[in-house]
């Protein structure tokens, strides 16, 4: 079985300080990693996706985010910090299963921003 | 162009009672999954239809349901409602039953089961 794990509950940072949420997977088969931010009372924007090219992805709000298949991990980051980027953050690994995919989620990552 | 809808956005219901979820796919998908999310966890998923049948389902009891209709909106049922399905329940829609182009969520409905 596919499983996500996110290190940390809950990163504070300081507005213009690099942000690092870190997820390491595991897949038995190539996987599909995704990131996603959510904020309060709201759904779940897909930040970035890594579907087997480019190890290095990038994706909206200059976050970016690194396959590293020997250390199974697919931490995020971004640059400078700002206070908009306060929010939840979820990785997830997609499992196909009989022709079907479903995202398999981590625990999250509360990031905090102070001014 | 309109992303993924849900309604209602909130419902109290009691337990035991029955409750059905409704969601609009984004415009040009045609799979629709639904998703459990409890308070501080991350989503579970709980089932995923494609061309009106059920493709794959969670570690959900049957109590759950659901439906796809022509038009690719779908329903998610849930009967005999325990304080514990009290959660955010999240839609999400892909272009295909493979999810290569992404997911599209959306805002979910807040169940809360007293």
């Known amino acids: 079985a596919q499983s996500v794990t996110q290190l940390g509950s809950h990163v504070s940072v300081s507005e213009g300080a690099l942000v690092l949420l870190r997820c390491n997977y595991s897949s038995s088969v190539p996987p599909y990693l995704f990131w996603y931010v959510q904020y309060p009372n709201q759904g779940l924007q897909l930040l970035l996706k890594?579907?087997?090219?480019?190890?290095l992805v990038k994706g909206i709000n200059g976050f970016e985010a690194e396959f590293k298949k020997s250390e199974t991990s697919f931490h995020l980051t971004k640059p400078s910090a700002h206070m908009s980027d306060a929010a939840e953050y979820f990785c997830a690994v997609s499992s196909i299963i009989q022709g079907a995919q479903k995202l398999v989620f981590g625990q999250g990552t509360r990031l905090t921003i102070n001014p | 162009d309109a992303g993924v809808t849900q309604s209602p956005t909130h419902l109290i219901k009691t337990r035991g009672q029955q409750v059905t979820l409704r969601c609009s796919p984004k415009s040009g998908h045609d799979t629709v999954s639904w998703y459990q999310q409890a308070l501080g966890q991350g989503p579970q998923f709980i089932f995923q239809y494609y061309e009106e049948e059920e493709r794959q389902r969670g570690n959900f009891p049957d109590r759950f349901s659901g439906h796809q209709f022509p038009n690719y909106s779908s329903e998610l049922n849930v009967n005999a409602l325990l304080l514990g399905d009290s959660a955010l329940y999240l839609c999400?829609?892909?272009?295909?039953?493979?999810?290569?182009?992404?997911?599209?969520f959306g805002s979910g409905t807040r169940l809360t089961v007293v």
């Open positions: 890594y579907t087997s090219a480019a190890t």
């Open positions: 999400a829609s892909s272009l295909d039953f493979g999810g290569n182009y992404g997911y599209t």
